[in-house]
């Protein structure tokens, strides 16, 4: 075993899987020579050569144009777009072409690739540089959408998006790349897609979160003196429904937290497939712990927008005090 951040966590699933697999190729703004604006790819150029690992153009839609001719000729190429706000000149070809491909060709061609985004708040940079893009992209069918909040989850989680034969987004939340350090196999293992995870038990009330929001659930419950069972989605789509569904019927309270907007952030859907769900047994509305529905600020009021242990007390109370 050894002990990982998420930063390394993630190189060593692209060492191992690239090893094992000729067509995985990475491809991105500054990710040969530099290892990326993070340094998750640190190295690998150096290791794999610079057919393998090699830098692009400030083009993001002519990455993503460029890795689905790659994927449909064979390979399996992992496109890395520096920023998540950066996805937006790319959208056309993800979700137009990427997303579609499959259903276009009735088979015929499937675009197995794996867009690799650092997403999220919480390191002071500037615009377009922290958002939480990931319901825009759910709403995509053909699209998969990962996101870890560990360093053994984003390994796991990531061998088995380099093994999809579709296109997936695997969002890196940048906020705990470094933020703490756990036991990661260096063995191979998998985690599957759509699958959740039970991050703790509890009988008084459920929360669901996703990302390094997972992390300021923890620290909320650990100052609770209240039994909360918390549901790391893992998978944002597909979401794993029916581990969602069992917790709440079994606790009759939700609280659904996430760095994204409120307005039409994935906790909304969460939150009407519970009702559809779990309506008899709900003992109180799903509450929402969010971004607020504006652009992401700058750094000076950043970590005020952004969801923290203390609202999301706040909302545990509320839901348990209804």
């Not at 979401?239 to 309270?253: C, M």
Request: charged share 20%.
């Amino acid at each position: 075993m050894a002990n990982l951040n998420l930063v390394q966590a993630i190189n060593l699933a692209l060492i191992q899987e690239m090893e094992k697999n000729d067509g995985i190729l990475l491809l991105g703004e500054d990710i040969g020579v530099n290892g990326g604006v993070f340094r998750v790819t640190e190295g690998l150029q150096k290791r794999f050569g610079g057919e393998r690992v090699f830098d692009t153009p400030l083009a993001e839609s002519g990455i993503i144009g460029l890795s689905i001719g790659m994927a449909m000729g064979g390979l399996h190429p992992v496109p890395e777009i520096q920023f998540e706000g950066f996805l937006g000149p790319a959208y056309d070809q993800l979700c137009s072409h990427a997303a579609r491909m499959r259903s276009r060709t009735r088979g015929a061609y499937t675009v197995p690739m794996t867009v690799r985004v650092p997403v999220g708040g919480g390191i002071h940079a500037p615009e377009l540089h922290s958002d939480s893009p990931e319901a825009i992209y759910a709403h995509t069918p053909g699209l998969k959408v990962v996101m870890p909040s560990s360093p053994y989850d984003a390994k796991g989680l990531l061998v088995s998006c380099l093994r999809e034969p579709d296109p997936v987004l695997f969002f890196e939340p940048k906020r705990i790349y470094r933020a703490f350090r756990e036991e990661v196999p260096e063995d191979e293992y998998t985690l599957p897609l759509g699958k959740a995870r039970v991050v703790c038990e509890g009988t008084d009330l459920t929360i669901v979160s996703w990302g390094a929001s997972v992390v300021q659930c923890m620290q909320a419950i650990e100052k609770s003196n209240r039994s909360i069972e918390l549901i790391d989605l893992r998978t944002i789509y597909p979401f794993d429904v029916d581990a969602v569904a069992e917790s709440v019927s079994k606790t009759g309270r939700c609280v659904v937290v996430h760095e994204a907007p409120l307005t039409c952030g994935f906790g909304a859907e969460i939150s009407s497939r519970i009702m559809e769900r779990c309506f008899l047994q709900l003992e109180a509305p799903v509450q929402r712990v969010a971004g607020f529905d504006t652009t992401m600020p700058y750094y000076k009021l950043e970590l005020d927008y952004l969801p923290d242990a203390h609202r999301v007390t706040r909302a545990i109370e509320d839901c348990l005090a209804y």
